[in-house]
């Protein structure tokens, strides 16, 4: 399973791929607004990082950036989809799963720019993703758990029909907006291929307090113990 960032912060990148090291970073305008910074510059200095660290390519470390969300006509979204693209080789386009949405997908990705269909809910709507051929796939975990449905089956569903029909790895499978370790290992049973979370969640799914506690026995050995 892979990791991607749910940031579009320089320093929560930087941390999640040292400590961590996650594969990608998705971005959506909720991420840039909380980065502090316009638009253009946030991305751009997301680009100029992934050259820093030599990690250009869409296969070694892919970045989703999320088009305008008032665009809602195929033309447009593809449009603004191109210019996007052409800031950075890493970048991902998210565009929603509305049905010029889906359009513009496929267009996108008979050009070589590729997409992450975002804002899924359903395994319909995932199929969508599967028959355009975009990169990644984006199902929502917490938006619906907050609302109280499980997400276990509904993963699981996706991935089935994946493999159903050839999609499974050619579409990879981004469980978005993860909120907890358990959800992770869900999303990791299901076989889905990435999870993309905030950088506190990543934090939480290595802590555990038979850890701390076993930690603190050693600890405590090692300095009444004669060296």
């Given at each position: 399973?892979?990791?991607?960032?749910?940031?579009?912060?320089?320093?929560?990148i930087e941390t999640a791929w040292e400590t961590f090291g996650i594969d990608g970073v998705t971005t959506n305008p909720r991420?840039?607004?909380?980065?502090?910074?316009?638009?253009?510059?946030?991305?751009?200095?997301?680009?100029?990082?992934?050259?820093?660290?030599?990690?250009d390519g869409k296969d070694v470390f892919p970045v989703s950036v999320e088009i305008n969300p008032h665009l809602t006509d195929a033309q447009e979204i593809a449009?603004?989809?191109?210019?996007?693209?052409?800031?950075?080789p890493n970048f991902v386009i998210k565009v929603p799963c509305i049905p010029s949405g889906a359009a513009a997908a496929r267009v996108l990705e008979k050009e070589g720019i590729r997409t992450n269909l975002t804002l899924v809910f359903?395994?319909?709507?995932?199929?969508?993703?599967?028959?355009?051929?975009?990169?990644?796939?984006?199902?929502?975990?917490?938006?619906?758990?907050?609302?109280?449905?499980?997400?276990?089956?509904?993963?699981q569903d996706i991935?089935?029909?994946?493999?159903?029909?050839?999609?499974?790895?050619?579409?990879?499978?981004?469980?978005?907006?993860?909120?907890?370790?358990?959800?992770?290992?869900?999303?990791?049973?299901?076989?889905?291929?990435?999870?993309?979370a905030g950088l506190p969640i990543f934090q939480a799914a290595v802590n555990h307090?038979?850890?701390?506690?076993?930690?603190?026995?050693?600890?405590?050995?090692w300095d009444h113990t004669a060296q």
């Amino acid at each position: 399973m892979k990791f991607f960032l749910d940031s579009a912060k320089l320093n929560e990148i930087e941390t999640a791929w040292e400590t961590f090291g996650i594969d990608g970073v998705t971005t959506n305008p909720r991420h840039i607004q909380n980065s502090g910074k316009p638009f253009l510059t946030a991305i751009n200095d997301i680009a100029a990082w992934i050259r820093e660290k030599g990690l250009d390519g869409k296969d070694v470390f892919p970045v989703s950036v999320e088009i305008n969300p008032h665009l809602t006509d195929a033309q447009e979204i593809a449009e603004a989809a191109r210019r996007i693209a052409d800031i950075s080789p890493n970048f991902v386009i998210k565009v929603p799963c509305i049905p010029s949405g889906a359009a513009a997908a496929r267009v996108l990705e008979k050009e070589g720019i590729r997409t992450n269909l975002t804002l899924v809910f359903s395994p319909s709507q995932a199929i969508l993703a599967g028959r355009a051929g975009c990169l990644f796939v984006s199902p929502f975990i917490g938006w619906k758990e907050d609302n109280g449905e499980d997400c276990r089956q509904y993963m699981q569903d996706i991935v089935t029909i994946y493999k159903n029909y050839g999609w499974y790895g050619k579409t990879q499978i981004i469980a978005a907006a993860v909120r907890s370790p358990k959800q992770i290992v869900d999303c990791a049973v299901s076989g889905v291929d990435i999870v993309t979370a905030g950088l506190p969640i990543f934090q939480a799914a290595v802590n555990h307090a038979y850890t701390r506690q076993g930690m603190d026995t050693f600890t405590d050995a090692w300095d009444h113990t004669a060296q």
